[in-house]
């Protein structure tokens, strides 16, 4: 048992009583776990929570949740610990971590799959693609599928079978009076609704019900392009143009050191393309063959491949690093864009950065309502965002000039926020991901659900009064 000490306003009753009621593991300051523990991936956010809670079950949840609100702890909620604005941990708080919460239950007949929400993509994939089934998840096999669902779930299926939030059937959730809930269409429709793009602000999600797409193999892998405006531009139209079943995400950037890449390309701009087409195999080639004859390529691996293989692709952007990211939907790729791009990451600092282009528009995403989920930019066509890594704080000044540079240039053309790309960028910056009507259903619905804002820790949507939004 670890000391008080990192609670010194807490009896040793309440503490003890607390401890030794849950099932999972309590990690403390001077604990051997504890430097892992509270690791955020985006290194800039260096936070001191008091206790870390691995938590079992939903009852741990249920308790952890109740222990904070009582001695007004700061409460945050981590799966796969991704969240771009570090969002998952806290200081002198309590963090609920959820990875041990990972089972995941495949029913092959009904085609559904029940995930507990500390999961992360890849093992998602890895317990249905045996069946030949899939769900739309984002291209990191490290991402929680709490973080990523909540938020709304853009990722190589989502032209052909929409958002995450799209093939979602049902809820399990802590409420912040600590109750457990479900939610689907029939059963809290409301909550259903919020949850679908609304974040983690409504309480702690400890299980997600998926309907289960057919996916025994994509057509995928990595195209390497040069990067030229003629190429970029052919590609975003083409990409719009192409059977729905062609999805990428594409990066200009100084190509990285990739086992398939000739070593004298590396450092050249590239327009690094990872392609996925899940209609069938053999319609691959002619589906990615418009793709392939824009240049002559640098690099190509395409070919037949589960879709989980794809996550190899994104590995070196998974690792805990110094972070910043400035992102936007927008309506098409024009000019000024492009060439800003090539001549941002052609003078970049020494790190790893690039411009990341979603096409994804003209498919499944954009044919829901936009009132149907709290996901409200149904007619985005492109998601972009600049991304920047790197090591040392004392590049911090240099990355963070560069990334502000090129979004000032990009900046004035988006049409709205995604909001699992946020950056912790203030309150106008959430709403931005939102409809003014959504905005508002979201505020009143966490009057309902939040009306102290337990759940903070997050993109925040605050509870207002009623009379404000009604
Ligand atoms: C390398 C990388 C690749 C990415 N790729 C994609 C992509 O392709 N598509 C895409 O859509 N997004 C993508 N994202 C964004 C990603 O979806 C968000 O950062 C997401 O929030 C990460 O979830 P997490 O569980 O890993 O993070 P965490 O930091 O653990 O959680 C993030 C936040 O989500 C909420 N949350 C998490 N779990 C729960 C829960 N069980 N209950 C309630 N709230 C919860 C909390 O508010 C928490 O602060 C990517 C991010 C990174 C860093």
Known sequence: MGSTTALPHVSTEAWTAFRLRIKGQ?????DPDYETAREAKNTIY????????????AADVSRSITFARRFGLPLTVKGGGHSIGGHSVN???????MRRMNNIRVDAENRTAWAQSGAVAREFLAAVEPYGFAVPFGDAGSVGLGGIT???GIGYLVRKHGLTIDNLLGIEMVTADGQIVQATETENPDLFWALRGGGGNFGVVTGFQYKLVELPQIYGGALVLPATKDVISAYAKLSLEAPEELTSISMVVKTPPMPFVPEEKVGELSLTIFVAYSGDIQDGPEAVAPLRALAEPIADT????????????????????RLRVRSGFYAKLNDEIVESALAFVQDGP???????????????????SPEATAFSHRDARFLLAIIDHWEDTEEDGANEAWVDAFWQSIAGYRHGVYSNFLQDEGEARVREAYATATFERL???????????????????PPKPLSAVA
Request: aromatic share 6%; no cysteine; proline share 8%.
């Open 26 to 30: 309590v990690v403390l300051p001077g």
């Open 46 to 57: 260096d936070r001191k929570p008091a206790v870390i809670v691995r938590a079992e079950d």
């Open 91 to 97: 200081n002198g708080g309590l963090v609920i971590d």
């Open 150 to 152: 909540l938020g709304g």
């Open 302 to 321: 395409l070919g037949p491949m589960p879709l989980s293989g794809l996550y190899a692709f994104m590995e070196p952007a998974e690792q805990a690093a």
């Open 350 to 368: 020494v790190s790893v950065n690039f411009l990341q282009i979603r096409p994804i528009g003209n498919g499944a995403m954009n044919r829901v």
């Open 443 to 461: 505020a009143k619905l966490k009057l309902r659900y939040d009306p102290t804002n337990v759940f903070s820790g997050n993109e925040n949507i």
